[in-house]
């Protein structure tokens, strides 16, 4: 059997990911053995002396990146309301929370992922079975005064054009962009990895220039602190809602992220 699959059946894990997750984070250790892969075998036959060291703050790691973004652009998200588009296991979702959002709508495209202590907070209304590139004001009961985004498989092009029907004027989007899912196929290299720093600059300079035409200044963009679960860099901008003024990231800013 996997170690993953072990570890979430067996209840050391929520699921499958957060076990992958923590496999990443070098937290497992089984039998006296550091685990460095989730795909390694274990018997499941037999008892096993399981140890997790409790690596994270969030329901996901995903929630320590979103952490480090409300940091660097100084956005204080006490007293707000929030969409979060892509809420998977909730880890934006659940920084949000603990930085003291006062509700969250957690979008996702799949359904039962979200972790029971968010589906049980009264603060998070949960969205299951959503395509985002159908979002509109109706996805909200209130205007937002702020967003933030996660998603794979689909390019953030054809969701960011409807974000700004579920935002006040001056609200704040963070979106943690994913090169290999922005650069097509001639910029994604063996093992869906994006090398070529001139293709993760495309991929950035993509959806910041579909922020920007539908509504958005791009103020702020910065390396995500955790490389994806993929090994691909990450990284993660800051927008805002219409005009402000703060000075925009250009080129040559976009150029001095991706090129490490």
């Known amino acids: 059997m996997r170690v993953d699959v072990y570890l979430a059946e067996a209840g050391y894990a929520p699921s499958r990911k957060k076990a992958q997750d923590l496999i990443a984070a070098g937290a497992v250790t089984i039998d006296g053995k550091n685990i460095k892969k989730s795909s390694e075998s274990i018997a499941e036959d037999t008892e096993h002396k399981v140890e997790i060291e409790q690596v994270f703050k969030y329901v996901s790691r995903g929630g320590m990146k979103l952490e480090a973004a409300l940091d660097a652009f100084s956005i204080n998200v006490n007293g707000k309301r929030a969409v979060d588009i892509g809420a998977s296991t909730g880890g934006f979702t659940d920084c949000l929370i603990k930085r ?88 994604v290299g063996k093992n869906g990895i994006v090398v070529n720093a001139a293709y993760r600059f495309l991929a950035v300079k993509r959806v910041i220039s579909c922020a920007v035409d539908n509504g958005f200044d791009c103020v702020g963009l910065i390396p995500s602190p955790i490389t994806g679960g993929d090994g691909n860099r990450e990284y993660l901008a800051h927008f805002v809602k219409k005009q402000c003024l703060k000075p925009r990231v250009d080129d040559k800013i976009i150029l001095a992220i991706t090129k490490k």
């Open 100 to 187: 003291g959002a006062v509700s969250v709508t957690a979008i996702d495209a799949g359904y039962g992922q979200l972790h029971p202590s968010l589906k049980e907070d009264r603060r998070v209304v949960s969205i299951e079975h959503f395509n985002a590139r159908e979002l509109s004001a109706d996805a909200v009961a209130q205007p937002c005064h702020i967003a933030t985004m996660d998603v794979s498989f689909i390019s953030q092009t054809y969701i960011i054009p409807n974000i700004p029907s579920v935002l006040l004027d001056g609200a704040s989007f963070v979106s943690l962009i994913k090169p290999q899912f922005e650069a097509g196929q001639q910029g």
